[in-house]
T-cell receptor, first 112, second 114 residues
Framework: KQEVTQIPAALSVPEGENLVLNCSFTDSAIYNLQWFRQDPGKGLTSLLLIQSSQREQTSGRLNASLDKSSGRSTLYIAASQPGDSATYLC???????????FGKGTKLSVIP | DTAVSQTPKYLVTQMGNDKSIKCEQN?????MYWYKQDSKKFLKIMFS???????INETVPNRFSPKSPDKAHLNLHINSLELGDSAVYFC?????????????FGEGSWLTVV
């Protein structure tokens, strides 16, 4: 059974810093991995989706990488802004599966 | 236009009551889901429907019954509510389960059982 772990659980950085959020998973037989953002009291917003055949995806200041063999993904945020403060969740979709398995998230605070 | 909308957003109810949460998606997707986020913020799937057919039913009490009247709707009915049912319930949808598709989530329904 897939397990997804995100470390650290919380992270606080000053504005302008580049940062990396980590995600690890136990079963490398995945179709894809998705990074989400969750704001307090809000739903989840999809940030980036990486197919199993891809190594990375980029969107604006965000870059997500995937290393299936080692069961790891990272989300890189460049030049962080206070508006980036949120909880970031990664989730894997298993081979032949309809469902996502989520990590518990990393709560990011960007201090002005 | 909201892609995945769910109502109500907030619901406070007493133990033992029966309540429903409705979900609609206007994305033309084939697959819809219900996820539960507990007090520890852990998101877990409850149900998934593909073209109105149940395809995932995780270990969820029988008191929870999903109903999909059509492809665009997946409602969640909960009987005999218990304190432990208090959580945020998220509806989501995606195109057919092909690997390439992003899952879109609604904004959540905050259920509090008192």
């Amino acid at each position: 059974k897939q397990e997804v772990t995100q470390i650290p659980a919380a992270l606080s950085v000053p504005e302008g810093e580049n940062l990396v959020l980590n995600c690890s998973f136990t079963d490398s037989a995945i179709y894809n991995l998705q990074w989400f953002r969750q704001d307090p009291g809000k739903g989840l917003t999809s940030l980036l989706l990486i197919q199993s055949s891809q190594r990375e995806q980029t969107s604006g200041r965000l870059n997500a990488s995937l290393d299936k063999s080692s069961g790891r993904s990272t989300l890189y945020i460049a030049a962080s802004q206070p508006g980036d403060s949120a909880t970031y969740l990664c989730a894997t979709r298993g081979a032949g599966s309809y469902q996502l398995t989520f990590g518990k998230g990393t709560k990011l605070s960007v201090i002005p | 236009d909201t892609a995945v909308s769910q109502t109500p957003k907030y619901l406070v109810t007493q133990m033992g009551n029966d309540k429903s949460i409705k979900c609609e998606q206007n994305l033309g997707h084939d697959t819809m889901y219900w996820y539960k986020q507990d007090s520890k913020k852990f998101l877990k799937i409850m149900f998934s429907y593909n073209n109105k057919e149940l395809i995932i039913n995780e270990t969820v009490p029988n008191r929870f019954s999903p109903k999909s009247p059509d492809k665009a709707h997946l409602n969640l009915h909960i009987n005999s509510l218990e304190l432990g049912d208090s959580a945020v319930y998220f509806c989501a949808s995606s195109e057919i389960w092909d690997s390439g598709n992003t899952i879109y989530f609604g904004e959540g329904s905050w259920l509090t059982v008192v």
